[in-house]
Structures are given as structure tokens and as C-alpha cells.
């Protein structure tokens, strides 16, 4: 993985986690980074959210730190401020950086008091560790129940010269994202300004992380961040803007996708493909409906086409639709025509189904132009068990 030019990372484990593992990261651009940010709509927002949320709009967009945590979300607690704002000052006098331009994100259990000391003693190692090379330790210091690390890069050649951009994630539940996930950071080396990052931002995330659902919860801690450094030296006009723009978003594409793929307990990638809807937020609003039907999570889990549920999923969705004019396809197998039962091969579309990967699509068939990609993962009995013993 080619990297983003002037970027350093570091993570320790400052003692949060109960196993010795990473639990606090750091990403550091050599030179303060335009930043623009999406954050959970739960109305129970996280410490962390509050601060990165005003630090932001008090720097006027500008980022000289990341500090993450794992293990802790210091939400619901009497002290979160009060840690989050000692962990950021902690950050900006050993960076020797205003305390606004430290951008703060935690993920983990909810309600419990989280000692800012910890963090805080760590900061030292922290700096000292930061090394453009420590990418992927920051990467995996921020899991929780993920099960693999999540990362995603990509290269664009403008007029003057290759532009880099790489991201990390981290979530795996509690994932309906109406914003972003849990935590993600996509860094690029382009000369971007904050406003101009903002509006990309919010096309890409649109497409990406607004896509995804694994069970339907909403954080109280989402947090998706962009950085531009201008390291590049290289400075996109309108037209190349929307080059980069295209770039960013299949990066947040295939970060959200690693997500879904590894839902808790999910076997199975499940991908939904809406047309014909009245528009696009129509079509999304269909495919969502239907991405959150533990009905349909189940069946595709137990390798079932049972394509009733589909269909009730969809007139559930809260979207007029005609069900006479509905065509659901299962594996490129069709097995609704015009709301009714098409003639397939059950044996042979359940050993299709029994695949790592599973596309429906779902098409309405009129003058309506909305259409959307969605994506989720099957409900197993290995969910229950992943979130029954969280705390434990």
C-alpha cells in the first residue's frame, strides 16, 4: 500500500482494553490538514463527538491530531468532557499544537467511567512512536469485535502529479450508519480546502457508509473523518476535484463493504440492487427496509429464497409501490415476477445461496429513474452470542 505523503501514526496500549492489546492510536500530519467530519445522528452522542464536532468548527477546519480510543466509548458518563477535553490538551502540548486541532474519537462500552490518565500517560509513547509506517498498527488499535483489520487505498493521477489516499475503519455492530460507522479515517496528500473536502465528503459518504446495515443500531459514537494535507503539492481544480471526489468515494465503498463482510457473526456478504423506484432516496429507503428485516437476514442466512420476505420488506418500507409491478431476482435467479412466484430450481438457488456472497435485486418496473446499491450480511445465532456477553 502506497500511503498518503506526510502523515505519521503511532498506538500503545495505555491499559483501557482488559487484554494487552493497542488501545489508543494517533494520526499526526506534518502540517496542520484540512478535515471535515460526519457524526452519528443517535441523539445520545459520545463525549468525543461533542469535542471533535466543536473543535472543528472552532479551528475553522484545520487538524493537526487524531487521538483514538478502543475499549471505552466515554459515553453516558459524568466525567466524558472533562476526559476527552484533558485528553486533547494532552495531545496539543507534547505536539505543541492548539488544543482545537486535536480531533478526538473513542469507540467501546458504553457507560463506564473512563480514566483520562490512562490516555494521558500514554501520550508520551504515543509521540514518540510516530512513524509514517505505523499505518496499520493505528488501523488495528481502533477494533473492538471486528475480527480483521480494515484498511483501503487508492491512487489519482491529475495533471500534476498522483494524488494518495488511504483509510482505516473499524465496526463489525451496532451498524446502521444514517451518517458514517463506528470510526473511520481516510487520509489523501491533496491541497483540498475544509469547505470544498466537506461537500466531497458528504457525496461520498452518501454512496458508502449510509449504505451499509448490519443490525440496525446507530452509535452513539460514529465518526467519519477526511484529511487532506496538501503534502502532494498538488492542488485539484473543479473539474479534477470531481476526479478525486470519485476516488475518495471507492474508498469509503470498499471500507464500508469490509464492514458488512464482517458483520458479528455473518457468514454472508448481501448485496441489494433497487431500480425503478420514484427517486433515489425512494430506492435507498426500499433497500434499507429490506437490508434490516431480520426475516430476510435469516432466510439468506439459512440459505432460504424465500423471496416473500423480500417483498414484504419492500412494502414496509414506507415508499408507494405497486407489488404487480415488483421483479425480484436471487442470485441473478428470478424468483418474483410481476408480485408473483417465478419458476426456479429451489435446490439449485439454495446451493447458489449457500455462497459467501449474495446479490438481490429488487426492480420496479414503471417510469421511476431511483435506483440504489445497499449492502448488509446474514443474522446467526453467533450475533447473539458476540453481544450477549459484550461487557463480560
Not at 493497542?22 to 468525543?48: E, M
Not at 473539474?239 to 458479528?264: F, H, N, P, W, Y
Not at 454472508?268 to 440492487?273: F, M, Y
Request: net charge neutral.
Amino acid at each position: 500500500m502506497k500511503l498518503p505523503l506526510g502523515y505519521r501514526y503511532s498506538a500503545v496500549y495505555a491499559g483501557i482494553r482488559k487484554v494487552r492489546k493497542d488501545d489508543v492510536a494517533l494520526i499526526v500530519p506534518d502540517a496542520p490538514a484540512s478535515g471535515a467530519a460526519v457524526f452519528t445522528q443517535n441523539r445520545v452522542q459520545a463525549a468525543p463527538v461533542r469535542i471533535a464536532r466543536w473543535n472543528l468548527t472552532k479551528s475553522r477546519g484545520l487538524v493537526s491530531a487524531v487521538l483514538m480510543n478502543a475499549g471505552n466509548a466515554n459515553c453516558a458518563t459524568q466525567t466524558g468532557d472533562r476526559v476527552a477535553l484533558a485528553c486533547c490538551d494532552a495531545v496539543a502540548n507534547h505536539l505543541h499544537v492548539p488544543p482545537v486541532q486535536v480531533f478526538p474519537a473513542s469507540t467501546g462500552v458504553i457507560g463506564v467511567e473512563l480514566d483520562a490518565h490512562l490516555i494521558v500517560n500514554a501520550v508520551p509513547d504515543l509521540v514518540a512512536g510516530l512513524a509514517p509506517s505505523g499505518f496499520e498498527d493505528a488501523a488495528r488499535a481502533i477494533l473492538t469485535t471486528d475480527t480483521v483489520m480494515k484498511t483501503a487505498h487508492s491512487q489519482v493521477r491529475l495533471k500534476g502529479g498522483t494524488i494518495r489516499i488511504a483509510g482505516m475503519t473499524k465496526g463489525s455492530g451496532m451498524i446502521q450508519p444514517n451518517m458514517a460507522t463506528t470510526l473511520g479515517f481516510v487520509m489523501m496528500d491533496a491541497a483540498v480546502p475544509p469547505a470544498v473536502l466537506a461537500a466531497m465528503l458528504a457525496a461520498a459518504v452518501k454512496r458508502s457508509y449510509n449504505r451499509i446495515s448490519v443490525d440496525g443500531d446507530t452509535s452513539t459514537n460514529d465518526t467519519m473523518l477526511v484529511l487532506a494535507n496538501g503534502a502532494s503539492g498538488i492542488q485539484p481544480n473543479q473539474k479534477e476535484s470531481k476526479k478525486l471526489e470519485e476516488a475518495l468515494t471507492q474508498v469509503m465503498e470498499d471500507l464500508a463493504r469490509q464492514i458488512v463482510r464482517d458483520g458479528e457473526g455473518a457468514r454472508k456478504l448481501v448485496t441489494i440492487e433497487v431500480s425503478g423506484a420514484s427517486n433515489e432516496e425512494a430506492a435507498t429507503q426500499i433497500a434499507r427496509s429490506i437490508a434490516n428485516s431480520l426475516l430476510v437476514k435469516t432466510a439468506i442466512a439459512g440459505s432460504d429464497p424465500n423471496w416473500g420476505r423480500i417483498l414484504s420488506a419492500a412494502g414496509n418500507a414506507g415508499v408507494p409501490l405497486d407489488p404487480n409491478k415488483v421483479d425480484i431476482d436471487l442470485q441473478n435467479v428470478p424468483v418474483c415476477r410481476g408480485g408473483l412466484a417465478a419458476d426456479f430450481s429451489e435446490p439449485d438457488l439454495k446451493k447458489k445461496l449457500d455462497e459467501s456472497e449474495c446479490l438481490i435485486r429488487f426492480v420496479l418496473h414503471g417510469r421511476g429513474q431511483g435506483a440504489a446499491r445497499f449492502w448488509t450480511c446474514d443474522l446467526t445465532e453467533k450475533y447473539i452470542e458476540i453481544n450477549a456477553s459484550y461487557r463480560t
